[in-house]
């Protein structure tokens, strides 16, 4: 089956603590990305990547770190959690194949920085 | 400043009628236009996706139409059902290479009986 995980799926931390949310997807996709969704601001994008080593930033970097080491995993790291990061986080992969794009979103990881 | 602006914030249609979403760009760079459902505890899902060299574009009960003068994209779904209840999000995109997703804030869509 077709899927993209994301882990933890809840997380409270505390301001400061660095944290690792994990995003690993099955079906060989080149370009993965990560967005957060705020209340009233819809989803931003946080960062993408293209492919194994390759990231640039979105919309809304700042405060947060990623890496791409493998195709298939594409972690977001918060080294030093604020209380405004706390928001509904989600990783995506996408394939494009001839004019059609596939696009999957993970289940979503609930952040709450105390 | 908003890239992607979608209107309304919410909408309530009918069973059975026309349920019509907006969104407006600024960047004439942009080359690809999705549109993501998503239902409550749920990630977006891609719906459907438009690029400007068509007007239009129908998949099953949705049609994407597209006026690149106007800069401008809507949603229409047809037949509008109670399980079509969801929020939408438009976005906009530079083509495939140029990765950075705009999104519009969402239109929350409610179908009553």
């Known amino acids: 089956e077709a899927q993209v995980t994301q882990n933890p799926r809840y997380l409270i931390t505390v301001t400061g603590k660095k944290l690792t949310v994990t995003c690993s997807q099955n079906?060989?996709?080149?370009?993965m990305s990560w967005y957060r969704q705020d209340p009233g601001l819809g989803l931003r994008q946080i960062y993408y990547?293209?492919?194994?080593?390759?990231?640039d930033k979105g919309d809304v970097p700042e405060g947060y770190k990623v890496s791409r080491k493998e195709k298939r995993n594409f972690p977001l790291i918060l080294e030093s959690p604020s209380p405004n990061q706390t928001s509904l986080y989600f990783c995506a992969s996408s394939l494009v194949s001839g004019a059609r794009e596939t696009q999957y979103f993970g289940p979503g990881t609930r952040l709450l920085v105390l | 400043q908003q890239q992607v602006k979608q209107s309304p914030q919410s909408l309530i249609v009918q069973k059975g009628g026309i349920s019509i979403i907006n969104c407006a760009y600024e960047?004439?760079?942009?080359?690809?236009f999705p549109w993501y459902q998503q239902f409550p505890g749920k990630g977006p899902a891609l719906l459907i996706a438009i690029r400007p060299d068509v007007s239009e574009k129908k998949e099953g009960r949705f049609t994407i139409s597209f006026n690149k003068s106007a800069k401008q994209f809507s949603l229409h779904i047809m037949d509008s059902q109670p399980g079509d209840s969801a929020t939408y999000f438009c976005?906009?995109?530079?083509?495939?290479?140029?990765?950075?997703?705009?999104f519009g804030t969402g239109t929350r869509l409610t179908i009553i009986p």
């Open positions: 990547s293209m492919n194994v080593e390759v990231t």
């Open positions: 960047n004439t760079a942009f080359d690809y």
């Open positions: 976005a906009a995109r530079g083509d495939f290479g140029n990765e950075k997703l705009t």
């Open positions: 079906m060989n996709h080149e370009y």
